[in-house]
């Protein structure tokens, strides 16, 4: 049996975090929501996760912090930043190496799509990484 692709999703909004981790899962994702920047780094440690999907503004640790922490240790996990800031935030987190940017409020079509697309990426980069360690 083929494993699902792993989405980690970081919310602090409760009852959002479960509605997009409920949306993913029924798209064929194995999905799991935590609250906040610190908690996502210990879930990043503990498992190899396809992408990250997180919000922008959170307690701890905002999602242009979680996000550098990922593309510095973790390069090959897309980050896709959700939030309803301004676009001058979008255009900082996608410099700093956001994946993609959703602005809120969004349809579900939108997360899927985008989501899928980060999955892929995951895949390509980590099946280039792996023929790069191939010896020859």
């Known amino acids: ?15 959002l975090r479960g509605v997009i981790c409920e949306q993913l899962a029924h798209a064929g994702y194995e999905a799991q929501g935590v609250a906040d920047g610190a908690e996502a780094v210990r879930e990043l440690r503990n498992g190899e996760w396809e992408t990250v999907l997180t919000d922008w503004g959170m307690p701890r640790m905002d999602g242009l912090e979680l996000l550098r922490i990922i593309t510095g240790g973790w390069p090959d996990t897309p980050v896709v930043m959700i939030s309803g800031e301004p676009s001058e935030k979008a255009m900082q987190a996608l410099r700093c190496g956001a994946f993609a940017w959703i602005q809120k409020p969004y349809g579900p079509m939108q ?25 020859e």
């Open 1 to 15: 049996m083929e494993s699902r692709p792993r989405v980690l999703v970081v919310e602090d909004d409760m009852l």
């Open 111 to 135: 997360l899927l799509q985008t989501v899928r697309a980060a999955v892929e990426r995951a895949c390509v980069l980590r099946a280039l990484a792996r023929c790069r360690l191939k010896p």
